[in-house]
């Protein structure tokens, strides 16, 4: 994984009740700054000659704008739902909208026919259980599935995640390690195809180049030229 020469570190100070945690790059470079990734990641790039004490002030200075810039991205990430999971609650799978039906029987499963996400429940078993336990399987299948098609796309830059991840996440929809894992949120299932490849296209490219820099931006491009119209069209759906 490559990011620009620096030296890395990770700090935190408190700003009223709330702990900010930054990343600190230090480089040969003339200005600081300041950016807050839209995985609500804040990245502090500055001098090498600049001291911590004096890095630590200046992003202190800055907090209520980083505060404010988090809370923007805040409104891309997952939120809890209240559902009941009783029939005729809507669910989304694959981009297309589902009515969920609700049936006692003898045993538990989960089909899909035309428009009806239908749940089967046996004595003593929750309807949540059955259907988020069927999401995380299809999730597994489908995100393996496609990692297949995007891996193939970064062959000649030698690049490979060392673990594909797929668990139900609270705060993100996805996620990309320094250990070279990837994470994806098992309710991504929700989105369509092109949008869960936008993610794997979007986390593999930081594999090359970590930070949200312009050769981030630049690959990103390379690599999936529409991927603007797919990004949006995720955020509409899960926000």
């Known amino acids: 994984m490559n990011s620009e020469t620096a030296k890395v570190s990770e700090h935190a100070f408190k700003y009223g009740s709330k702990e900010i945690k930054f990343s600190l790059l230090k480089s040969d470079r003339k200005q600081l700054r300041i950016e807050v990734t839209p995985e609500m990641d804040i990245v502090v790039k500055a001098p090498e000659h600049r001291s911590l004490k004096d890095i630590i002030d200046r992003v202190k200075q800055k907090s209520p704008r980083i505060i404010k810039q988090r809370i923007f991205f805040e409104q891309f990430y997952p939120k809890i739902t209240t559902r009941k999971y009783i029939s005729w609650e809507t669910f989304f799978f694959l981009g297309k909208e589902y009515i969920l039906r609700v049936r006692k029987a003898s045993h538990n499963n989960v089909s899909i026919k035309d428009k009806t996400l239908l749940v089967e429940f046996s004595n003593n078993s929750e309807v949540s259980t059955i259907l988020q336990k069927r999401y995380l399987e299809q999730a597994k299948n ?17 690049v490979s995640p060392k673990k594909l991840i797929v668990r139900r996440m609270k705060s993100r929809w996805w996620s990309c390690s320094k250990a070279w894992n990837i994470t994806l949120n ?6 369509p195809r092109w949008c869960i490849e936008y993610v794997l296209n979007h986390e593999y490219c930081h594999l090359i180049e970590f930070w949200h820099t312009r050769k981030f931006y630049e690959l990103q491009k390379e690599t999936m030229s529409d991927w603007s119209k797919w990004k949006n069209k995720l955020e509409k759906l899960l926000a």
């Open 142 to 158: 489908k995100f393996m599935e496609y990692n297949q098609n995007i891996q193939k796309k970064f062959t000649h830059y030698w």
């Open 186 to 191: 098992t309710d991504l299932i929700q989105a």
